[in-house]
T-cell receptor, first 118, second 113 residues
Framework: DQQVKQNSPSLSVQEGRISILNCDYTNSMFDYFLWYKKYPAEGPTFLISISSIKDKNEDGRFTVFLNKSAKHLSLHIVPSQPGDSAVYFC?????????????????FGKGTKLSVKP | DGGITQSPKYLFRKEGQNVTLSCEQNLNHDAMYWYRQDPGQGLRLIYYSQIVNDFQKGDIAEGYSVSREKKESFPLTVTSAQKNPTAFYLCASNAIEAGYGYTFGSGTRLTVV
């Protein structure tokens, strides 16, 4: 059973417009959420994160919103640039959760491939 | 510079052979992880280790083995028992007490020929 879901496998956006990537989770014990960006044949790189005590975190063009009641988070990229084209993974973690015997392991969604067209 | 290094970048294996993927980190991280990425599958956890000489199975451990003899190193062996080994393999590490984020290596593409 997927605990972190990214229901859109792909998203296409025009350069300069807003990109909105969505992520849903099922486990209310998650208390920290992260977004990673991945180019082909490379490892994921950390993009932005948010703690469950906040509902918004902003870093330059990237903003993550968290709606705990809906168990939903989203990543906004404004303005979108062609270099943002990549696969974006949502991940969640819980200090108190015993995932496979270990607290704090990240659980990843399946990713959303973003294409920003010039 | 501190980081996590995976080698080789590309690896070819004949069916029936075991092969070992290297992962080394100089970040002084306690925990290390191996993930497998397949198209449309996201990142699936194979094995992880939080301390030297100890490791735990992830979601898809069958056909794989690991060791953690040193804090810096967490090699993954893909055995002949793994039925579909062709994939992109990612190693990651993190400092458990410092937070939640992982640092990833650049990956190894394994192809069975």
């Amino acid at each position: 059973d997927q605990q972190v879901k990214q229901n859109s496998p792909s998203l296409s956006v025009q350069e300069g417009r807003i990109s909105i990537l969505n992520c849903d989770y099922t486990n209310s014990m998650f208390d920290y959420f992260l977004w990673y960006k991945k180019y082909p044949a490379e490892g994921p790189t950390f993009l932005i994160s948010i703690s469950s005590i906040k509902d918004k975190n902003e870093d330059g063009r990237f903003t993550v919103f968290l709606n705990k009641s809906a168990k939903h988070l989203s990543l906004h990229i404004v303005p979108s640039q062609p270099g943002d084209s990549a696969v974006y993974f949502c991940a969640a973690s819980a200090r108190r959760m015993n995932y496979g015997g270990s607290q704090g392991n990240l659980i990843f969604g399946k990713g959303t491939k973003l294409s920003v067209k010039p | 510079d501190g980081g996590i290094t995976q080698s080789p970048k590309y690896l070819f294996r004949k069916e029936g052979q075991n092969v070992t993927l290297s992962c080394e980190q100089n970040l002084n991280h306690d925990a290390m992880y191996w993930y497998r990425q397949d198209p449309g599958q996201g990142l699936r956890l194979i094995y992880y280790s939080q301390i030297v000489n100890d490791f735990q199975k992830g979601d898809i451990a069958e056909g794989y083995s690991v060791s953690r003899e040193k804090k810096e190193s967490f090699p993954l062996t893909v055995t002949s028992a793994q039925k579909n080994p062709t994939a992109f393999y990612l190693c990651a590490s993190n400092a458990i007490e410092a937070g939640y984020g992982y640092t990833f290596g650049s990956g190894t593409r394994l192809t069975v020929v």
